[in-house]
């Protein structure tokens, strides 16, 4: 759902977007699908959003917000132009409101040009303007940062974290975000973009620090000792030679207890970040089937191990009957099976009892069975344990 903004008012207030890129889909509360055109493709890999071209037909691919934007936002993200062979290439960071008002810039790389911060704006109907904003020449192995502040009438540009332009821009208001990779017919073509992030509100501590780099050095000399004394107060809450680790591990869940998994600050520091992967849908069974009064068989495997209601019959379709059976069978030794009953259709009639193949004959299997409902079991939802060691029936 697009975000209601008010230009004038500078609403909504406080709202911060990110996206690493760290998935396989899209986010698609984001996002608008990916458009593609010619041959350059857009997917997530390996924490980048990918474009890609394999020397086929010229396209500019783009990514674009489900949401608008207005003034007073900080809008960033990492880029870096990773292969460009045989023609043209870029991949761009672009603030998009019409065909004749929108600003973008990245690394680029033609026969005449080769910048690792291209910047191309349009605002009116008078031509697009371009130009280079840095002596850098793309960098095919590391992203760099590419920023755009939106304040007032005015776009500020900023190439890993320097100001290094502005521009007057007064209609740039209700646009889109955009990234984008393009390229030449017969291009052999790759480019990635990660870290992207919109904030509402200009940081104000970087604007300073990069008007301060366009000043004349004179200035920036007096200004030198300040700045040194801020940083030296910052560096002081930082730990001497601080390492960052990969950590990994396991966590026992229980449905019964809960479990804490605690990063402290003397060991892991003020900041940083948890990611966390979890199976919670346990093994599957390799066999299940429901033995009708032993005059024939019906394989339930595939049923049993999903969650679709009324799909694994405990007895016959008639009724219970003597001798009914249902089997549960693995392949690796097992002392545990999650039963799940739809509301509506519990046994409260039905007598079950619970066996086992000691290696000889069917034996009375001990559980705690968690499945009991006024003496009944299949009664309710829940689980079934034991303690036996099981043997293998052939």
Known sequence: MSLPIDVGNARPTGIQEYDGFDVIDIDENRWNDPVENGETTIKQEAGYLVFTNNGGVAGTSYLETVSNFGKNWRISADMALTDTTGGAGAVSLCLYKSAD???????????????????????????????????????ETEVTTHTFIVTNDTVIIYYNGVMRTSIPMRDLHNYKVLIMGACTTGTTFEAVANDYEAIHGADTLLMTIGMMSRMNMDYLAENNGYLEDIIATLASGIATDPIITDIAGNISLSSTTEAFLELTKAIYGKKFKVCLFADLEGANIDKCVLSEGGSGEVF??????????????????????????????????????DVYMEGGTSNTDNTYIWEYWNGAAWATLTVTDGTLYNSKVFG???RVTWTTTLVAYS
């Open 101 to 139: 008002c929108y600003i973008k810039m990245g690394p680029y790389k033609s026969a005449l040009v080769n910048s690792n911060c291209y910047l191309q704006y349009k605002n009116g109907t008078d031509p697009e303007e371009s130009t280079s904003l840095t002596g850098d020449v793309v960098n």
């Open 300 to 337: 339930q495997t595939e049923q049993a191990n999903n969650l679709i209601s009324n799909n694994v019959r405990l007895c016959t379709a008639a009724g219970a009957q003597m001798y009914d059976a249902i089997y549960f069978g693995s392949t690796t030794h097992f002392k545990t099976l």
């Open 380 to 382: 309710k939802s829940g």
